[in-house]
């Protein structure tokens, strides 16, 4: 699934999330504030800023550059157990084919 939002728009809303901070009495409003400006949910402004915190080691979690490298190891890892049980069943196979009397 790919983000709706270009970097650009993200990284300009996350600007303005910081500058409003200051000016409002939580988070919790100034995402409010903002995303009322940009016309995004104040949700979506709140993880945007938790990503790019734990991205800066900030905040605790896994980086985004972290999550591709496990997402790309666990489809290799699917990929592997296919391949081995095409292995398995081949080897079965070719067995029970070598422990049959030749019809010859």
């Known amino acids: ?22 000016d409002r009495a939580s988070d919790f409003a100034a995402a409010n504030h903002v995303a009322g400006r940009l016309g995004v949910n ?3 402004l709140r993880l945007w800023k938790k990503r790019g ?4 080691g900030k905040g605790p979690g896994t980086t985004s550059e972290a ?15 296919r391949a081995n049980e095409i292995l398995r069943s081949a080897s079965v196979f070719f067995a ?4 049959r009397p030749s019809s010859k």
Do not use: H, W
């Open 1 to 22: 699934m790919s983000n709706p939002y270009p970097a650009e728009f993200r990284e300009r809303a996350l600007r303005m999330l910081a500058e409003a901070r200051p």
């Open 42 to 44: 104040p949700e979506t």
């Open 53 to 56: 915190d734990i991205d800066a």
């Open 67 to 81: 999550q591709l490298e496990i997402k790309r190891l666990k489809k290799q890892i699917v990929e592997l157990e």
């Open 96 to 99: 029970t084919e070598l422990g």
